[in-house]
């Protein structure tokens, strides 16, 4: 069963707008990663927030972990056409770190 | 630097039919893992391994087989084709256990089983 499930499943903004992402996974975890997916390629990793971490920032990107209410957020800020992709978030479990548990993706469309 | 390599890109086979899907990473990283994506889902884990001559099932292994040979290669088979196996996969590897690490992607092989 998929661990993280992300909301919106989509989301349509204009250039210069931010965007926001939401992720709930079910158990406890070590860490956080978020993925990005253009159309057609591969996932690429964005940022790794560690369970001890509250917040994390990579450029435009701005991460919350909250492990109490088991869900995390991400930000991208200032938004461009060229961020047009999925965005994934994935976890393991504190339990076996061999396995990443991706959520289901929010598509972000950003419109010029 | 060529990462994680997949190869075929795309490939049609009619049901029944077996095949091997190649992943090759240059990184000298330990783990490997191999992933489906269907529509509106997100990657499910099919097989990985941790290291050379290990290996483990994830949460969909039925139907595919692997094996760990090198550090580097980590092929996936599939035994006898089925429709439900029509999908994108991709490999991935990291340096360390997947929950810790940075996972590599690969570009996916497109798969269409008729």
């Known amino acids: 069963s998929q661990q993280g499930e992300e909301d919106p499943q989509a989301l349509s903004i204009q250039e210069g707008e931010n965007a926001t992402m939401n992720c709930s996974y079910k158990?406890?975890?070590?860490?956080l990663q978020w993925y990005r997916q253009n159309s057609g390629r591969g996932l690429v990793h964005l940022i790794l927030?560690?369970?001890?971490?509250r917040e994390k920032h990579s450029g435009r990107l701005r991460v919350t972990l909250d492990t109490s209410k088991k869900s995390s957020s991400l930000l991208i800020t200032a938004s461009r056409a060229a961020d047009t992709a999925s965005y994934f978030c994935a976890t393991a479990s504190s339990y076996n770190t061999d396995k990443l548990i991706f959520g289901t993706g929010t598509r972000l469309q950003v419109f010029p | 630097n060529a990462g994680v390599t997949q190869t075929p890109k795309f490939q049609v086979l009619k049901t029944g039919q077996s095949m091997t899907l190649q992943c090759a990473q240059d990184?000298?990283?330990?783990?490997m893992s191999w992933y489906r994506q269907d529509p509106g889902m997100g990657l499910r884990l099919i097989h990985y391994s941790v290291g050379a001559g290990i290996t483990d099932q994830g949460e969909v292994p039925n139907g595919y087989n692997v094996s760990r040979s090198t550090t580097e290669d980590f092929p996936l088979r599939l035994l006898s084709a089925a429709p439900s196996q029509t999908s994108v996969y991709f490999c991935?590897?990291?340096?360390?256990?997947?929950?810790?690490?940075?996972?590599?992607f690969g570009d996916g092989t497109r798969l269409s089983i008729l």
């Open positions: 990184m000298n990283h330990e783990y």
């Open positions: 158990t406890s975890i070590n860490n």
């Open positions: 927030i560690r369970s001890n971490e």
């Open positions: 991935a590897s990291s340096v360390g256990a997947v929950g810790n690490q940075p996972q590599h």
